[in-house]
């Protein structure tokens, strides 16, 4: 059996989201407002934002990969975000970055988006 806390040999490091900031659902729902425009499902639910990580003084982190590394819209996504998540209120700064580890599979999709794409 696996210690949740430490990640499997060989594992990417993805530091775990701050759930309880009274702030991350907001920025889910900020998040959930950002569309791929070649898939018609929000970045989050198709699994698109690895970490939302809130300081103690709401300032906001966000690890996000693309569908692919080729993503005609790789440059502004990030902005699409930042765009998203600083009009909430209390929120101090935004930051995202992009990664490619892991990379991104159909298997990251929530239900909601699996369905929404017909693969249920």
Same mark, same amino acid.
């Given at each position: 059996? !696996?210690?949740?806390?430490?990640? =499997?040999? +060989?594992? %990417?490091?993805?530091?775990?989201?701050?759930?309880?900031?009274?702030?991350? @659902?907001?920025?889910? @729902?900020?998040?959930?407002?950002?569309?791929?425009?070649?898939?018609?499902?929000?970045?989050?639910?198709? +699994?698109?934002?690895? !970490?939302? &990580?809130?300081?103690?003084?709401? &300032?906001?982190?966000?690890?996000?990969? =693309?569908?692919? %590394? +080729?993503? %005609?819209?790789?440059? @502004?996504?990030?902005?699409?975000?930042? &765009?998203?998540?600083? %009009?909430?209120? +209390?929120?101090?700064?935004? &930051?995202?970055?992009? !990664? $490619?580890?892991?990379?991104?599979?159909?298997?990251?999709?929530?239900?909601?988006?699996? =369905?929404?794409?017909? $693969?249920?």
């Amino acid at each position: 059996m !696996t210690n949740a806390s430490q990640p =499997l040999e +060989g594992a %990417p490091l993805i530091a775990p989201s701050t759930v309880s900031h009274p702030l991350y @659902e907001s920025v889910v @729902e900020a998040c959930r407002s950002v569309y791929d425009p070649e898939i018609p499902v929000n970045i989050y639910e198709l +699994g698109l934002i690895y !970490t939302i &990580d809130i300081s103690d003084e709401s &300032d906001i982190k966000v690890i996000m990969t =693309l569908t692919a %590394p +080729g993503c %005609p819209v790789a440059g @502004e996504m990030p902005g699409w975000i930042v &765009d998203a998540i600083e %009009p909430i209120g +209390g929120v101090k700064s935004v &930051d995202v970055e992009l !990664t $490619f580890e892991p990379p991104w599979g159909m298997e990251m999709m929530s239900d909601e988006a699996r =369905l929404e794409l017909g $693969f249920m």
